[in-house]
């Protein structure tokens, strides 16, 4: 099966509220807290901008998706 990509093409939609910062550090580093996730938000209210560090593998992209309440992300 041929590898899926974590993408945020409504990133504009995005109200701060971190569930996929905490998401992506339990799910990938076995973490909990927002410190060294692969996904970062930055800015302000109305103004935030989500930063993916693809660098690293997300490994389970479908569950981003599926958590993030303003629906920012895909998968490609
Ligand atoms: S889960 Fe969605 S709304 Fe919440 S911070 Fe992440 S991208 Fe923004």
Redesign the pocket.
Known sequence: MPKKYLV?PR?Q?????????L?TSRYERKKLGTKDSP?T?KGRPSA?K?QIDYGEEIKFPEK?VQ???????DTI
């Open positions: 945020a990133s939609k995005c109200i701060g509220c971190l569930l996929c910062v998401a996904i938000i935030y989500i981003i958590i993030c309440p303003q629906n920012c992300f």
